[in-house]
């Protein structure tokens, strides 16, 4: 294992940019050594970035994460760690299982207008096959949404 590991060795393995490592380091939760310029990370800083980078994964928040990261340096240490780290995972899920619920309701409801429709075009007959055919070739191209109010494309500077 590396005593340090430069701020590009760690852009480069986790696949993030050195702007994300300095706001984790300006929210406190890397801390390097400095030589000179050159920001130097332990093999401490390497695990909690890769624990930050798993829980923005899973859903987490920062605040969360650093509820887990801080309690393995604190009384009860890492079964107080794990143990929330148990309790949050199971809020998660228990969050995505009632959405999951929600989209399959939505996509059930779908399925049943979709029928609906089809059954009512099958209804007005070859009539109504030629005005979906004549929508169809007139409609413009799909375009992508538009970004939403407030949203400005990133510029570099």
Known sequence: ???YY???QLT???GVTTRTL???EAEGFLKPQRRGRQRLYRPGDRTRLKLILRGKRLGFSLAEIRDIITMYDKAPGEAGQLQLLLQRIEARRADLLAKRHDI???LSELDEVEAGCRARMAQLGPLADLFAEADAESAPPLERSPRPAGKKK???T
């Open 22 to 24: 300095r706001f984790y």
């Open 6 to 8: 430069t701020i590009t």
């Open 104 to 106: 399959d309701l939505t």
């Open 12 to 14: 480069q393995e986790f």
């Open 154 to 156: 990133a510029t570099k």
């Open 1 to 3: 294992m590396q005593p």
